[in-house]
């Protein structure tokens, strides 16, 4: 009998597959409801199904057994060619599954990304990397023409940051800068340059690292090693269980990352071959395009719509300090009032967002137990910071404190005042990982800066620089 989870997780896959070529056949529907009997889904299997990613779905079923898995993939492959053809979203589907399921290294990982309601619906395969590997981009440098040809066969874009900003850099800055007051006609002249500058300048570390790792809470690519980043398909899902409410429809895009292990020109090569063996319907090939269009469709859009955020203040006003003499923090150029523990409690929740992922949130003795030298640093970090915001004593504890969450909806309750910055980048986010409990910050810890004098003029120190609290 297959574990209830596990059951829900083939329940939202099998519905995905048969959804992503956009037509539901009399086969398709007719051999659902034969492997709900096979794998003994439930009709409230199928309901919960509703409220998971496909991403989830997918991690969820890495823990079945192998015959099962053997038995699932050849479900899913069966019901792929139900219609007699297997197009591009049901093969990036089989293949991603194919690739987590028999992954043994941590080559392989999926990723989902809230699109806050967009659609990607082009193919593309993206070189991502949190630092800059020389070698690594050498050799894209000589092939990436090739490799753009390559994918380019069959329809899928091969980006390279360095290759985009290249491009855009040639083109005509006015045309550009008209083309973002026309896009977003609510900016001023100020924002525009700013958008056009940060547009024309990012690098492929900067958008892997603050872009999708922070911005796009996708955290895991923060400190992503050189990396093929391909987005497989998109997916509704509700936000919660909760059956007392209608839910709110996310629309989530997810991604497959490829570790690059080798060569880069192996492993895309690698990959559209193993692509090529699951899809049996081959799309036309588009047109290129000419290269001093400006593109504003699939990835460009996205990158684009990253950059020019909701209401373009982000862009100006990122930065947040820290001041020490004042004792609170500076959002946006407004000042926002903590007291000492829910102070301390966010800078220590940024520092452990620079250092991995997160702030743990200990729910139980064995978790305590387990992470005992960690509780232990916690700590001690905490009162370090605590003393140079209060002249008072401090007890906290990590391991003993159970009003983890409570500060963190403090925290939040009063960031949300600052209306005027839109503040969600800096809200404390939870996330669950390999079964612990953290809270994050989505913005980017380099933006994080210490004051540590009164004066106008005082220096102002990077979060990750200030060795008082390290």
């Not at 997916?235 to 919660?240: D, E, Q, T």
């Not at 220590?348 to 949130?361: E, K, R």
């Not at 003393?387 to 963190?408: D, V």
């Amino acid at each position: 009998m297959i574990p209830r989870k596990q059951r829900i997780a083939i329940a939202r896959i099998l519905s995905d597959l048969i959804k992503s070529d956009k037509i539901i056949d009399q086969s398709e529907i007719q051999l659902f409801n034969e492997l709900q009997q096979q794998f003994g889904i439930t009709r409230h299997d199928c309901l919960e199904a509703m409220y998971i990613s496909l991403t989830q779905a997918m991690t969820e079923v890495r823990n079945l057994d192998h015959e099962a898995k053997l038995q699932l993939q050849e479900a899913l492959l069966h019901t792929a060619n139900a219609d007699n053809q297997c197009v591009a979203r049901e093969a990036l589907i089989l293949l991603a599954l194919k690739y987590v399921l028999e992954d043994s290294d941590g080559k392989y990982e999926l990723l989902s990304c809230d699109t806050h309601g967009s659609y990607i619906e082009e193919k593309f395969i993206v070189y991502v990397e949190s630092d800059e590997h020389e070698l690594v981009n050498d050799e894209i440098c000589c092939d990436v023409e090739a490799i753009c040809d390559k994918t380019r066969l069959w329809n899928f874009d091969f980006i390279y940051i360095p290759q985009i900003i290249a491009r855009l850099q040639q083109m005509d800055a006015c045309y550009i800068q008209d083309i973002i007051r026309y896009l977003r006609p609510m900016f001023d002249d100020r924002v525009v340059e700013l958008i056009y500058n940060r547009l024309t300048h990012i690098t492929t570390e900067e958008f892997t690292s603050e872009l999708l790792g922070a911005q796009m809470n996708m955290p895991s690519l923060r400190y992503a090693e050189p990396s093929l980043l391909i987005n497989f398909g998109s997916c509704i899902a509700a936000p919660s269980v909760s059956k007392s409410e209608t839910p709110l429809q996310h629309i989530y895009t997810e991604f497959l990352r490829i570790r690059i292990d080798g060569n880069v020109t192996e492993e895309v090569s690698r990959f559209i071959t193993d692509y090529s063996k699951f899809i049996t319907d081959r799309e036309m090939v588009r047109p290129q395009l000419q290269e001093n269009d400006f593109k504003y469709f699939g990835f460009y859009k996205a990158l684009f719509d990253f950059i020019a955020q909701a209401d373009g203040i982000q862009l100006l006003e990122r930065k947040m300090i820290i001041d020490l003499p004042r004792k609170s923090l500076w959002i946006g150029g407004h000042e926002l009032r903590l007291s000492p523990t829910h102070l301390t409690t966010y800078i220590l929740l940024l520092m452990q967002s620079i250092n991995g992922y997160g702030l743990p949130h200990f729910r139980s003795l064995e978790q305590v137990e387990s992470h005992m030298a960690l509780c232990e640093e916690l700590t001690r970090r905490y009162h370090k910071i605590y003393a140079s915001l209060s002249s008072s004593s401090s007890s906290w504890e990590i391991a003993k404190t159970r009003n983890i969450a409570a500060y963190m909806a403090h925290i939040k309750q009063k960031m949300r005042t600052l209306v005027h910055v839109s503040p969600d980048m800096y809200l404390p986010t939870h996330k669950s990982i390999d079964g612990m409990d953290y809270y994050c910050v989505n913005l980017s810890v380099d933006n994080v800066y210490v004051r540590c004098s009164i004066s106008d003029s005082a220096e102002e120190i990077r979060l990750r620089d200030y060795r008082p609290w390290r």
